[in-house]
Every structure is written in C-alpha cells, then in structure tokens.
C-alpha cells in the first residue's frame, strides 16, 4: 500500500520568497516520486521527479526537490517566488517494482504568490 | 505534437444517462488511466491499463467502465450517472519504463450530473 501527504492545502508566499511545500509519502517498497503543477483550467505537468541516483532533483522553472528516504519525504523548494508560480501543485507516488501500475496523488497544495 | 485529447471537455448530463468520456493519445504510450479531480481530495485513480485489452481497478472504480481495444484509446464510460460523479477527470498516459516514466495528461473534463 501506499499514500501521499501533502501538509498544508494552502501556501502564501510574498514573491521573491522562498516557497516550500511539503510531501511525505508511505509505501511499501522503494517509490518513484513525482511532483506535477496544475494552472488554473489546464491539465497537469511533470515538473521534476526522483527515480534513483542523485537524491537532489532539479525541474523545470528552477524548482527542486530533495529525496529524503530516512524521513520519506520529497519536500518541493524555489528559492524565489515569481507570480507565474501560483498554481496547484500535486506530489504523486509509484512503487518502483512489482504494482508499479498504480498511481497515488496527494491532496495537493494550492500555491498564492503575493506580490 | 505529442498530446492527450479528451472529449468533450465540459457535460452536463441528468442521473442515469448513460456516456462516454473520450480519451486518446498518439505518442504509442502503452500505460493509460482515469482519475477524477474534486476539491480536496486531489486525484483519484479510477482505471489505468498496461496495454491492448489489458485494463485494471484503480482506487474508484464504482460507476465506471473503461476499454482499451486500441492502443491509443481509452474511453471512460458511466453506465449510469449520479450525481456524485460530478467532478473533473483527467485521462493521462505514459510509457511503461518501469514505473520511472512520466504521465501526460489531457486537459480535463468538467461533468455535471443533476
């Protein structure tokens, strides 16, 4: 079994703050970790993902995210907020063997960049 | 350009309508599934499958059929529509790499059921 939690359904950051948002996951044999952006009305897009190696994993729009497995966590930074970063952004799961068909999202973190 | 194609993207049917959701992709991705979006929950799997003819339950199966007799499409179909299946499905596929791929997803279909 597995699952995602995502802490904090809602984030506000001034822009050119540093925005974290958290993702902690559960699962029974080593995962893949994903994160994905959702703007407003569109579908979602592959931001950055950990399969093996290096636990530090650079996206796209100079995102980050690091791959904890002692805390089992994928926790999702950019230094600097911009206004194009408001957005939800989602943390998905899927084991790296045997059921690796199933997908596990988590609730999601609804991003606001203040000006 | 390598896409994921839903249709329609917004319907609003009545309780017991039967219909059909459409999903294809033309990137040759042998993985494919459903999930519905609602507020605070995230999504949801509803099916996926792994190939042609190969399809299997996600997390919310109840109320939902799917086929997968092409490789390319993926329909989503609701037999009979209630009104907590109003909600946002995205269809999504991927290659199969061994769970490491990406998914694409479609842009999404808004269902009301009344």
């Known amino acids: 079994a597995q699952s995602v939690t995502q802490l904090g359904s809602h984030v506000s950051v001034s822009e050119g703050a540093l925005v974290l948002l958290r993702c902690n996951y559960s699962?029974?044999?080593?995962?893949?970790l994903f994160w994905y952006v959702q703007y407003p009305n569109q579908g979602l897009q592959l931001l950055l993902k950990?399969?093996?190696?290096?636990?530090l994993v650079k996206g796209i729009n100079g995102f980050e995210a690091e791959f904890k497995k002692s805390e089992t966590s994928f926790h999702l930074t950019k230094p600097s907020a911009h206004m194009s970063d408001a957005a939800e952004y989602f943390c998905?799961?899927?084991?790296?063997?045997?059921?690796?068909?199933?997908?596990?999202f988590g609730t999601g973190t609804k991003l606001q960049v203040i000006p | 350009e390598a896409q994921v194609t839903q249709n329609p993207r917004y319907l609003i049917t009545v309780t017991g309508k039967k219909l059909t959701v459409t999903c294809s992709q033309n990137?040759?991705?042998?993985?494919m599934s459903w999930y519905r979006q609602d507020p605070g929950l995230g999504l949801r799997q509803i099916y996926y499958?792994?190939?042609?003819?190969?399809?299997d339950k996600g997390d919310v199966p109840e109320g939902y059929k799917v086929s997968r007799k092409e490789k390319r499409n993926f329909p989503l179909i609701l037999e009979s529509p209630s009104p907590n299946q109003t909600s946002l499905y995205f269809c999504?596929?991927?290659?199969?790499?061994?769970?490491?791929?990406?998914?694409?997803f479609g842009p999404g279909t808004r269902l009301t059921v009344l």
């Open positions: 999504a596929s991927s290659s199969l790499g061994g769970g490491a791929s990406e998914q694409f």
């Open positions: 699962s029974s044999v080593p995962p893949y």
């Open positions: 950990y399969t093996t190696g290096a636990t």
């Open positions: 998905a799961v899927r084991p790296a063997s045997g059921g690796y068909q199933k997908v596990t």
């Open positions: 990137m040759n991705h042998e993985y």
């Open positions: 499958s792994m190939n042609v003819e190969v399809t």
